[in-house]
């Protein structure tokens, strides 16, 4: 069964830094693809990042590029987000998701396993 375990999530000012963790289990970094999304109170869920290791990918969603950054350390099958200059609008709940499909996209519904999510808040 693959699982997946986020974890990083903290309070953090505007412009500070943060990053999270996913630890895959029951599969591995190069047989899946993985994203980070995330959903905000009273918003839809939205992808942020993608990374497939099977090319070697990955993709940003504007309102992060450049900010943002994914990346995995496949000996600890473990996937990362380092998220700097964070802004008041980066608030919301993080979530890692896994598909054993070759996607590039972080559409919430190409991705059948989840994690449970990860609280980020940052304070103007």
């Known amino acids: 069964e693959v699982q997946l375990q986020a974890s990083g999530g903290g309070v953090v000012q505007a412009g500070g830094s943060l990053r999270l963790t996913c630890v895959l289990s029951?599969?591995?970094?190069?047989?899946?693809?993985i994203a980070w999304l995330r959903q905000a109170p009273g918003k839809a869920r939205e992808g942020v990042a993608t990374?497939?290791?099977?090319?070697?990918?990955?993709f940003y969603a504007d309102s992060v590029k450049g900010r943002f950054t994914i990346s995995s350390e496949k000996a600890r099958n473990v996937v990362y987000l380092q998220m700097n200059s964070l802004k008041p609008e980066d608030t919301a709940t993080y979530y890692c998701?896994?598909?054993?499909?070759?996607?590039?996209?972080?559409?919430?519904?190409?991705?059948?396993?989840w994690g449970q999510g990860t609280q980020v808040t940052v304070s103007s």
């Open positions: 998701a896994a598909t054993a499909d070759s996607v590039w996209y972080p559409i919430p519904n190409l991705y059948d396993v």
């Open positions: 990374i497939n290791e099977r090319d070697g990918k990955t």
């Open positions: 029951g599969s591995t970094v190069d047989d899946s693809t």
